[in-house]
Nanobody
Framework: QVQLVESGGGLVQAGGSLRLSCAASGRTFSSYAMGWFRQAPGKEREFVAAISWSGGRTTYADSVKGRFTISRDNAKNTAYLQMNSLKPEDTAVYYC?????????????????WGQGTQVTVSS
């Protein structure tokens, strides 16, 4: 029912910036909380950031707080993750998820739909 496509990943040096995008289909985009998760090789998927369906509440993992910013543009059916001051430990595949009328939970099981992921690699 909802299709999500991530983009914007790539290779960047430590201290640099990237902006990830998650484009969603349909006119119901504004009804979904959007979350960003990441998974590094050999590690569990972890929560990064989320924004409520209304856009009025954001949540961040402690590891990215102050460096990453989640936002959404409902007119473009797109959620974003602005990543600044990137560190090598940020290297992972980043996924976006959608949670209908969600408030932005860090629990991955809350999200009904997922994108295919985009690779972020941060070099020293």
């Amino acid at each position: 029912q909802v299709q999500l496509v991530e983009s914007g990943g790539g290779l960047v040096q430590a201290g640099g910036s990237l902006r990830l995008s998650c484009a969603a289909s349909g006119r119901t985009f504004s009804s979904y909380a959007m979350g960003w998760f990441r998974q590094a090789p050999g590690k569990e998927r972890e929560f990064v950031a989320a924004i409520s369906w209304s856009g009025g509440r954001t949540t961040y993992a402690d590891s990215v707080k102050g460096r990453f910013t989640i936002s959404r543009d409902n007119a473009k059916n797109t959620a974003y993750l602005q990543m600044n001051s990137l560190k090598p430990e940020d290297t992972a595949v980043y996924y976006c998820g959608a949670d209908h009328y969600g408030l932005g939970s860090p629990g991955s099981q809350q999200y009904e739909y997922w994108g295919q992921g985009t690779q972020v690699t941060v070099s020293s």
